[in-house]
């Protein structure tokens, strides 16, 4: 077991995973070695976010990253050059030069690896479907990066993966929040009734736009993957892509999905990005109201503006007793506005330092130990909820006009771009020298 990891026992004994609405469930071990030894962590997809999770797989556990798998060469080396360093630092191997997969097909090889127990997922979600579903019909253990699919066709799918699968390998979802001290805190008090009944809610993520990753001289192709923020096919617009940590915490605190919504977006400062064909350019905002059981309502506005000035992102929910507060950069508190006389409470509650950066690291020891110790836990469902509540947005924001649950639910929409990405890659396993 690794020095620093919380023993899920103990985890379990706070609430924090049952909190997190996570099944979990104890079957026979799939990988009888894996109890007494440290896992090995294979990683699809080695950008930004697949270098940030492997170094914090390293940092709050004891796994070994043993292959990388991606697209881009110059993607392969720097993540190898990174993560052995950091392996290094903590008397872990390097990453095997043996076991680096270039090309568009390449996942296959690295979810067969004999030295890969645990698969990071950290490619364009368009492709997190199809990347789950290799890794766990191989027997292997899977982190799976937010959101789960970009259309309603790939989030049914995961549901089934999950269905499937379930109690036969763990299957986690990068919505890290839920792991949060504060956002736990928050969100235990106002399912123990502390707000009283939710009546309506104001959400909100307003941030900076992100940077291009394009270069001169690349094809049309490269720079459309390598931009694949900006394209609504890839990454399933700023909504779901990035927006969907706030719409988590409104399903998790009210304890449902939503019945509809109603909206708008638009793309008023964001008018090109490099190899994004216009058709398939990113909005820059949307305003949305959604609707949930018991006739609840909640605003979500959000952008992805350059230079705008203001960047946060939080929740507030207002109830029959009381508010919450909860901010992405903290705290998050429940506040009493109206004190009945002679009440000793105080007017404003600290729930919990918000710490989304230890959020992650506590979900990764939660996930290893839990694979351990053979409890297997599956946020399928709960990742495909989630991801399907910003689709409801999007959808009605596309339309301009009310979308129910259960008309996006019957829509079959498919995003399918029959993309040929052979010019990427050579689909097979690479040998790296230097
Ligand atoms: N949980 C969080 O808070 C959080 C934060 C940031 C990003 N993310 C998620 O992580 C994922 C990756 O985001 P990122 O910021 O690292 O993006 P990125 O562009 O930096 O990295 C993506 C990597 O995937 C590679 N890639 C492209 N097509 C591929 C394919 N078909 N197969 C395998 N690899 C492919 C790219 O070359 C790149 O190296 C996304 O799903 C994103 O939403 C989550």
Not at 50 to 56: A, L, M, R, T, V
Not at 132 to 139: P, Q, W
Not at 219 to 248: C, K, M, P, T, Y
Not at 415 to 420: E, R
Request: aromatic share 8%; with cysteine; net charge positive.
């Amino acid at each position: 077991m690794a020095e620093k990891s919380v023993s899920r026992r103990n985890f379990v004994k706070t609430g924090a995973v049952a909190g997190a609405g996570l099944l979990i469930v104890s079957p026979e071990t799939a990988f009888g070695s894996v109890a007494n030894s440290s896992l090995g962590l294979g990683i699809i997809g080695c950008g930004g976010r697949g270098n940030y999770d492997g170094g914090e797989f390293l940092n709050n556990t004891d796994v070994r990253v043993t292959a990388l798998m991606d697209v881009f060469e110059d993607r392969l080396q720097s993540t190898r050059a990174n993560l052995s360093k950091q392996s290094e630092a903590k008397g872990r191997p390097a990453v095997p030069e043996a076991n680096l997969f270039k090309g568009h097909k390449a996942y296959e090889k690295l979810v067969q690896s004999k030295d890969v127990d645990l698969v990071l997922v950290t490619s364009p979600p368009y492709f997190h479907p199809d990347h789950l579903e290799a890794a766990v019909s191989a027997g292997k253990h899977v982190y799976l990066e937010k959101p789960v699919a970009t259309d309603v066709t790939g989030c049914l799918k995961v549901k089934n993966i999950g269905k499937k699968y379930d109690g036969k390998v763990s299957m986690h979802v990068g919505l890290q929040k839920r792991y949060d001290v504060g956002y736990r805190g928050m969100v235990e008090r106002i399912h123990r009734g502390e707000i009283g009944d939710i009546i309506l809610g104001q959400t909100f993520y307003y941030t900076n736009d992100l940077g291009r990753q394009n270069k001169p001289g690349m094809s049309d192709l490269e720079a459309r993957i390598r931009n694949w923020v900006f394209d609504r096919a890839l990454s399933g617009d700023i909504l779901v892509e990035q927006n969907i940590h706030i719409l988590d915490i409104v399903n998790w605190a009210l304890k449902s999905h939503p019945v509809k919504a109603t909206g708008t977006t638009g793309r008023a400062l964001r008018k090109e990005v490099g190899g994004v064909p216009a058709d398939y350019l990113c909005s820059d905002h949307f305003i949305l109201t959604y609707t949930y059981p018991g006739d609840v309502h909640i605003s979500f506005n959000s952008n992805q503006f350059k230079n705008r000035g203001y960047r946060q992102s939080g929740e507030r929910f207002f109830g029959t007793k009381g508010a919450s507060d909860s901010l992405q950069s903290g705290p998050a508190t429940i506040n009493y506005n109206q004190l009945e006389e002679g009440q000793k409470v105080a007017d404003k509650v600290d729930c919990g330092k918000v710490d989304l950066h230890a959020a992650v690291g506590t979900k990764m020891k939660v996930l290893v130990d839990g694979i351990k110790s053979g409890s297997f836990q599956n946020e399928c469902d709960l990742g495909a909820e989630t991801t399907l509540t910003t689709i409801l947005g999007r959808m009605a924001a596309y339309k301009g006009q009310e979308v129910s649950w259960d008309k996006m639910m019957k829509s079959g929409e498919n995003w399918n771009l029959k993309l040929n990405l052979d010019s990427l890659g050579n689909g097979g396993a690479v040998s790296m020298k230097g």
